[in-house]
């Protein structure tokens, strides 16, 4: 297990620009040689730079799993074909989702071959259905961004603090995942917009506390690794 420390031109909130999976994980291209090799080191995976709509903030628009990466139509023609080629290598299927919500990163959860998506995506449920996914629609404790709210990966669910008890439940129950609340960044309740995770290790934000670290390590199952 690996925990790292990292921000982004000094932005904490390193998950807006990143997405990770236990097979590849994808970074924008604002990164330089040093941060890549910490996060690799970290996460035990193959690294992927690229943009969607001549942004970095990947982690806002990208979602998937190791099978498949969902981008937003809103990518460009040229940034699609290169995350086609990059991703074939790793035997990944790249698949658009054509949304008038582009954050796909905020507005869904998605572990293995279950997602749950915020009513905001109801517009798109039915193609994610039909790529093999379960899915289901919900929302926490009136929150729309559940996306932004969750860390996950095959150990357990970070879930943002201020969920409640029928939140805990719901995820809990969905993902057939342990889950426990807390918080990223000396505060925030954003846990995914503040951190890169997968089953081998987790990049947290440069305000992330000794507290919040030892949460998300409890709640990822770290502590046993």
């Not at 095959?154 to 609340?181: Q, R």
């Not at 505060?187 to 030892?214: C, D, F, K, Q, W």
Request: proline share 2%; hydrophobic share 35%.
């Amino acid at each position: 297990m690996q925990i790292a420390k990292l921000s982004l031109e000094r932005n904490p909130n390193i998950g807006l620009y990143g997405f990770a999976t236990d097979k590849y994980c994808l970074l924008g291209k604002d990164f330089n040689k040093k941060e890549i090799d910490e996060i690799q080191k970290t996460l035990n995976v193959p690294i992927v730079q690229a943009d969607i709509y001549n942004s970095s903030l990947i982690g806002v628009f990208c979602n998937g799993n190791e099978e498949v990466l969902f981008i937003p139509e809103v990518a460009r023609k040229t940034e699609i074909e290169f995350l086609k080629t990059q991703m074939k290598k790793l035997n990944v299927q790249v698949i658009i989702l054509k949304t008038k919500y582009n954050a796909l990163g905020n507005n869904l959860i998605i572990y293995g071959k279950k997602c749950l998506y915020s009513p905001l995506m109801k517009d798109i449920a039915d193609e994610i259905k039909k790529c093999g996914f379960k899915i289901e629609e919900t929302k926490f404790n009136e929150h729309l961004s559940i996306g932004s709210c969750a860390a996950i990966n095959k150990h357990g669910i970070l879930l943002y603090n201020n969920a409640d008890e029928k939140d805990l439940k719901k995820i809990s129950s969905f993902f057939n995942l342990k889950v426990e609340i807390g918080s990223i960044n000396f505060g925030s309740p954003y846990v995914r917009s503040g951190t890169l995770v997968n089953s081998n290790g987790a990049v947290v934000g440069t305000h992330t506390t000794g507290y919040e670290i030892m949460r998300l390590t409890s709640a990822l199952g770290f502590e046993n690794n």
